[in-house]
């Protein structure tokens, strides 16, 4: 029994111990003030952040009320950031595939709900369930079945190649991961055991797809497509998906501490590669607030903007729209009383996060070049917190 007790006492002194631990290293990394001032809340958020760069923008109405940056695109040539420093924006470039589909849908090319066989010209289907329909409903809502595979999808970024647009074609990528005599085909690691439909599963591969079949049904390459279609209209005149086509004398590189990577891109880019600006970027949340229309240039109908923030898989995951996160803070676990809509990318060397709120005509944009440590993560928390204060 005293051994008993003196474990206790040791455990609790050992959770002492970490209890104070924790206390000083939040008190030393972390800053939990909250100023009025946006410019004062950044600054000193950013004091306690090792992150390379960082751009925050406000849109309020139809503009970019408020802009913050910080550090450097570039640490090692001391290069500002701007409102058009272009960013590599990792997973917020889904919110653009998504689009381009629901543009296809509302032209009647696509049947979001219809068999997605219907629109390759190689047959897909989960070999767990072969008799199961996968639709494009399903690939925008992550609940395809379609998994990431990611000893073959890490494969394919070129970082350690020196960096570079992929090195392979979507429908290459395509058909090798999702077809039987395909060269990265695996029925246990690129698809789920659990049928189409009946499973939530974030896949970066859904969203490859998604931009594969863009280029069938429109007959046109996904990326010259999302520039017709979408870029130019909007005069987001420096967006691309491709590095060939991007101001890289603009571009912010991403850094791993202090270290800069090269730019990269990988095969699956519909789900990750976008380059834009906070200027650019605040024109699409811009037409998503003003019923699908900016400048003129009608993008998407109101109805259509309706149903991609609606609700799709409730029983699944509750926040989940097509492509739109309903909830978008809620991903790292700040509870949100309200529908904030938006998404948020992480890759080597990127983090960002886009939210919007129609009610109140607002929308804010974080972009970092840097990749997130624990006391980065905590800070980074509360400047979500604070976006979704500033667009409430």
């Known amino acids: 029994m005293k051994l008993f007790k003196l474990i206790g006492k040791i455990i609790l002194a050992l959770l002492a111990i970490c209890v104070i631990a924790i206390g000083i290293f939040l008190a030393v990394n972390v800053d939990f003030s909250n100023p009025d001032s946006l410019e004062a809340f950044l600054d000193n958020k950013m004091k306690k952040m090792g992150v390379a760069g960082l751009a925050f923008a406000v849109v309020d109405g139809e503009e970019i009320s408020e802009f913050y940056s910080y550090g450097y695109a570039d640490i090692a040539n001391k290069t500002p950031i701007n409102e058009d420093t272009i960013f590599q924006m990792a997973s917020v470039s889904k919110t653009v595939t998504g689009t381009a589909i629901m543009q296809l849908s509302e032209a009647g090319k696509i049947d979001i709900d219809t068999d997605i066989n219907e629109y390759l010209p190689f047959k897909v289907s989960n ?38 647009d992929p090195t392979i074609s979507l429908a290459d990528f395509n058909k090798g991961y999702l077809t039987p005599d395909g060269d990265y085909y695996d029925t246990e690691l690129n698809f ?9 599963e974030y896949s970066n591969c859904g969203y490859a797809l998604l931009g594969y079949i863009v280029e069938c049904v429109s007959g046109t390459e996904f990326n010259k497509y999302c520039n017709e279609n979408i870029f130019t209209p909007l005069g987001m005149d420096s967006t691309r998906w491709f590095l060939s086509e991007t101001d890289l004398s603009r571009l912010a590189k991403p ?12 095969a699956t880019y519909p789900d990750g590669c976008l380059r834009t600006s906070a200027n650019d970027y605040s024109k699409f949340l811009l037409m998503y607030m003003n019923g699908g229309t900016l400048g003129g240039a009608k993008i998407l109908e109101q109805s259509t903007i309706e149903e991609m923030l609606r609700p799709q898989v409730i029983d699944l995951y509750e926040n989940q729209g097509i492509t739109w996160d309903l909830k978008v803070p809620e991903e790292i676990f700040i509870n949100c009383d309200s529908y904030v809509y938006g998404h948020s990318g992480g890759d080597p060397g990127i983090s960002t996060m886009v939210m919007f709120n129609p009610e109140t005509n607002k929308a804010a944009i974080l972009l970092i070049n840097s990749d997130l440590e624990l006391k980065e993560v905590l800070t980074y928390r509360q400047i979500i917190k604070r976006m979704v204060s500033e667009i409430s």
Do not use: C, K, Q
């Open 127 to 164: 070999p767990h369930h072969p008799e199961t329909t996968i639709t494009t409903r399903m690939l925008l809502t992550h609940t395809s079945s379609i998994i990431d595979n990611w000893d073959v999808y890490d494969s394919f970024y070129t970082i350690d190649s020196g960096g570079g």
């Open 192 to 200: 789920s055991e659990e049928a189409p439909g009946a499973y939530y």
């Open 255 to 266: 850094h791993e501490g202090e270290n800069a990577l090269p730019y990269y891109s990988f």
